[in-house]
């Protein structure tokens, strides 16, 4: 994205228009590159004087604007000295205030000397970690083309960063934009017109914690949608008190480039899950696909089976209280079995039958829910042969187990249950949801 102050548009009558750059921006665009690679090996500040100097009242948007996706993707940074700035300012600062030139040049000698180099490179040390000081390098090769739809791309991510709402539909690509979309833990609500599935997913400007972040989670979805061969999005974004609305679809692609943004995701939350509830003994199916009811669907992030019963599993990312109630009550209308559960930190507010936790869920109630839909019944017990038995009763006598834990690499061997353990003459107690001890009957 592009800062704020960089964000070139036009509003008129209600509207939106961003001030897309195109092929009469290519040769400008080729300026600001030349100057980049001229600019490497030489210091950050020599790169800005120079980008300075082509700019003018009418330009200086774009200017920046390419200068800033230059330096995001493709400008890497270092400093040409051996020794590191803060440690150099920590032993200077330490040895406290210097009151004339030659006790400087006495505490910068004593500086020298501790870290085994000479006085000039102490003295550019000190500031050489600051952006004017650092060394730049132009790593890779782009077009003007390839720039300009670069920045076309920021500068539509840009545009939709103070959204109240954001919606869109695309003819193609759906499942790596659910994916997306829940992985960056956006507040969505889909539905049906006719054949088509609409998204509408909460804007910025409609939330009330971590709204940087939850922005910057919107601008990653965008490339997901302009991949598709058709789409549409439209926007209602909040200037001031005044509402306005975006609109732009696919007959704009050409302005755009091919490309996906990073998503950090941290798998580790359903991970855990999984290995739990299948440890508890239920099927565990992770991404299912989505969930259809009525008009609305959902994007489950897992099925619980046991006995023939199944239940669906959300766990939302950013969330409100009315986002969540509405959504609750949807679920309950359409006696969809949906568990949803959601961190406390990405959201606020009191609503019932909803699973919050902090750090870790809160499996004891997870289940209580589960049983609600599934009811208690335990899995079907397979039945095994008799060679078989007598081999895992030999290598579990081997180990002499105290907790579960210790054998699961044996049950993985022969791809079975801890169910089979009863055979054996052991039984499974289970101290907690964490925690199973093995015990002889």
């Not at 909460?202 to 709204?211: C, D, H, N, P, Q």
């Not at 109630?325 to 406390?344: F, G, H, M, S, T």
Request: hydrophobic share 40%; glycine share 6%; proline share 3%.
């Amino acid at each position: 994205m592009l800062p704020k102050e960089l964000l070139d548009v036009r509003r008129y009558r209600g509207k939106v228009f961003p001030k897309f750059a195109g092929k009469k921006d290519f040769e400008l665009a080729e300026r600001v590159i030349r100057i980049f690679k001229a600019g490497s090996g030489k210091k950050y500040g020599v790169l800005k004087k120079a980008l300075k100097s082509i700019e003018d009242a009418k330009n200086f948007k774009k200017v920046r604007g390419f200068s800033k996706i230059l330096e995001d993707r493709f400008l890497e940074r270092r400093s040409k000295i051996d020794v590191d700035p803060l440690k150099v300012r920590e032993f200077l600062f330490e040895r406290g205030y210097v009151t004339s030139r030659s006790e400087r040049e006495r505490v910068i000698g004593y500086a020298a000397r501790y870290f085994k180099t000479d006085v000039e490179k102490i003295e550019r040390a000190i500031y050489a970690d600051l952006d004017e000081e650092q060394v730049v390098e132009l790593e890779g090769d782009v077009s003007p083309e390839e720039l300009v739809r670069l920045y076309n791309l920021s500068l539509l991510q840009t545009s939709l960063f103070n959204s109240l709402r954001l919606t869109f539909w695309t003819s193609s690509n759906h499942k790596e934009i659910f994916r997306a979309i829940k992985r960056l833990g956006l507040i969505y609500e889909l539905y049906y017109e006719g054949e088509k599935i609409v998204v509408d997913v909460m804007g910025t400007a409609s939330i009330l914690k971590l709204t940087r972040k939850y922005g910057t989670s919107i601008a990653k979805l965008v490339p997901y949608v302009l991949k598709a061969r058709e789409w549409k999005i439209r926007a209602e974004i909040l200037e001031g008190s005044r509402i306005y609305t975006l609109e732009i679809d696919s007959k704009y692609s050409n302005l755009f480039p091919v490309v996906e943004e990073r998503i950090d995701y941290d798998s580790s939350l359903e991970e855990e899950f999984c290995r739990k509830l299948r440890s508890l003994g239920y099927e565990v199916v992770r991404e299912p696909g989505l969930l259809k009811a009525g008009r609305h669907a959902f994007i489950p992030d897992f099925i619980v089976r046991r006995g023939g019963s199944e239940v669906y599993v959300e766990i939302v990312g950013f969330w409100t209280e009315e986002y969540l109630k509405r959504k609750l009550e949807k679920i309950r209308k359409l006696n969809v079995p949906l568990l949803v559960v959601a961190r406390e930190e990405f959201g606020e507010g009191k609503v019932d039958g909803l699973i919050t936790f902090s750090k870790r869920i809160p499996y004891n109630l997870v289940l209580r829910e589960i049983r609600k839909f599934i009811g208690t019944t335990e899995p079907r017990k397979r039945e095994y042969d008799s060679k078989l038995i007598e081999r895992l009763k030999e290598e579990i006598e081997k180990i002499g187990p105290r907790y579960l834990e210790e054998l699961r690499p044996i049950l993985e061997k022969y791809d079975i249950d801890e169910f089979v353990l009863e055979k054996l003459g052991y039984r499974v107690v289970w101290k907690s949801l964490d925690r199973a001890e093995i015990e002889k009957i």
